[in-house]
T-cell receptor, first 114, second 115 residues
């Protein structure tokens, strides 16, 4: 069965510092991995995805994520956090053989302090 | 503008009421989804439609009834709901079946409160 784990309910970081939001996954076969962000009173917005190729993928708003097959992880990173990055972040995974089933993690709230 | 529009944004209804949520996408996608987002829980996939045909139903109670009249519109009909059904209901769309790498595009959701 597919699953996604986001071990941290909340991540706190000072503005200008690097940030990491953690995600681990479990899926049979090759995974398709996604990160989404949700701002208050809004739907989810797509940030980036990993399908194949380079393990480091770049996305919107300066975010990037590193795919690590041996650790089954897909951590979201940003070199320098902004206060406006404060939001709820979701990791998601989809297996090729079940193309509709995008399974989401429970979400991590990122709080960037000025 | 997300390309996926949901109405209403907020809805308060009693347990005996009947109401409908509406979703419209302007992205030329062929698959549409309903997700339920409750506090402290992962997003729950409720229904998936591809080319107006339901292809996934995650054992959702019958008090939720989806309708997809065409590839651009999706409805969720609600009747005799329970207070625990209070949540944010999110509509999403994506390209056609077989494109597992295609991201979902979400609307801003309908905040439903059942009293």
């Amino acid at each position: 069965a597919q699953s996604v784990a986001q071990p941290e309910d909340q991540v706190n970081v000072a503005e200008g510092n690097p940030l990491t939001v953690k995600c681990t996954y479990s899926v049979s076969g090759n995974p398709y991995l996604f990160w989404y962000v949700q701002y208050p009173n809004r739907g989810l917005q797509f940030l980036l995805k990993y399908i194949t190729g380079d393990n480091l993928v770049k996305g919107s708003y300066g975010f990037e994520a590193e795919f690590n097959k041996s650790q089954t992880s897909f951590h979201l990173k940003k070199p320098s956090a902004l206060v406006s990055d404060s939001a709820l972040y979701f990791c998601a995974v989809r297996a090729w053989e079940s193309s509709y089933k995008l399974i989401f993690g429970s979400g991590t709230r990122l709080l960037v302090r000025p | 503008e997300t390309g996926v529009t949901q109405t209403p944004r907020h809805l308060v209804m009693g347990m005996t009421n009947k109401k409908s949520l509406k979703c419209e996408q302007h992205l030329g996608h062929n698959a549409m989804y309903w997700y339920k987002q409750s506090a402290k829980k992962p997003l729950e996939l409720m229904f998936v439609y591809s080319l107006e045909e339901r292809v996934e139903n995650n054992s959702v109670p019958s008090r939720f009834s989806p309708e997809c009249p065409n590839s651009s519109h999706l409805f969720l009909h609600l009747h005799t709901l329970q207070p625990e059904d209070s949540a944010l209901y999110l509509c999403a769309s994506s390209r056609e079946k077989g494109t597992a790498e295609s991201p979902l595009h979400f609307g801003n959701g309908t905040r439903l409160t059942v009293t």
